[in-house]
């Protein structure tokens, strides 16, 4: 995927079922290409289309990344996305404070307050799917909520 032009790529249920693999990536592409997803439900890392639980809390499994082998985590609340429900920041505050690297957010971001609260809380950036859809506000509102807030 880099060779054919991707800036960064994600990678999720390979780091739960196979590490080797991962760090095969990692050696291919470089970590500063590699984003790590955290998709979690009730605390929970799950896996596969978030369809099984992979049995490691986040935060367990924050601990447990080599900060040596990506350059971000994603951390999706597995909950709220696609609901368009509001943020929730408790966990999102924990994942923060138990790491350096940047974490990007999805999961029920709704309204452009939403997109305040998460670069106030430190978030490096987010994914906006269903607001934008429903034109609960504009692609250019939330770039300004996010450079503003």
């Known amino acids: 995927f880099v060779k054919a032009g991707a800036y960064r790529i994600v990678?999720?249920?390979?780091?739960?079922?196979?590490?080797?693999?991962f760090k095969?990536?990692?050696d291919a592409v470089g970590p500063g290409k590699i984003i790590v997803a955290l998709d979690a439900k009730s605390g929970l890392?799950?896996?596969r289309g978030w369809t099984e639980n992979a049995g490691i809390t986040v935060y367990d499994a924050i601990r447990k990344l080599d900060p040596?082998?990506?350059w971000g985590i994603l951390y999706t609340d597995v909950q709220r996305?696609?609901?368009?429900?509001g943020v929730c920041l408790e966990t999102l505050k924990k994942i923060l404070n138990a790491t350096e690297k940047p974490v990007f957010y999805a999961g029920g971001i709704s309204s452009l307050n939403d997109i305040v609260l998460?670069?106030?809380?430190?978030?490096y950036g987010a994914v906006v799917g269903r607001a934008l859809y429903e034109k609960r506000f504009s692609l250019r509102e939330a770039m300004e909520a996010a450079r503003n807030g």
């Open 11 to 21: 990678l999720g249920t390979v780091l739960y079922e196979n590490l080797e693999l």
């Open 24 to 26: 095969k990536i990692v």
């Open 45 to 47: 890392i799950v896996k």
């Open 68 to 70: 040596n082998m990506f």
């Open 81 to 85: 996305e696609g609901l368009a429900s």
């Open 118 to 123: 998460l670069k106030k809380a430190g978030v």
